[in-house]
């Protein structure tokens, strides 16, 4: 009867010991680095639109107006600094955005920028090429919503 016992105790006593560890090893859910941290930019006819993503979970997002001809950069029209995360590797999540632009579309330097009202928060879902040098945004448009078509590519600078 004793031996019968202490066969039970150290059978329940290997039980719980595997139960602790097999809950102690579950699966690392966080997103892995996926390579979006640095800058991005996407040419477009008189200007380029551009994101500057910073390894401590910041972003700036700027447009700048370019002379088609000499390649010059004529100044900003918009800027957005805010803080990001990536969420299950592919979506990313835009907030806490402070937005700047210019008064009446021209452009201007950096620090003339004028804060603006604007959403503080946006999402896209994202992917980035096997050479890494190519973002490509899509937007999480609701349904029977007038979205910008997506994607939006933006190339490693």
Known sequence: MKKTTNLISVFGLLIIILL??????KKDTSPKNVGIVGKWQQVQFK?????EFRSDQTFKYYTLAIDSVTKKVLGYHTKIE?????LQNDSLRLYAMVAY????GNFTTEDKLQKINSADNSG?????????????????????ADCVPSPMVYIKQ
């Open 20 to 25: 602790v560890a097999i809950s102690a090893c």
């Open 47 to 51: 200007g380029t639109n551009n994101y």
């Open 82 to 86: 805010g803080k990001y995360s990536i």
């Open 101 to 104: 632009s210019t008064l009446g």
């Open 124 to 144: 896209y879902r994202f992917s980035i090429n096997d050479k890494t040098n190519q973002l490509s945004l899509f937007f999480k448009c609701p349904d029977f």
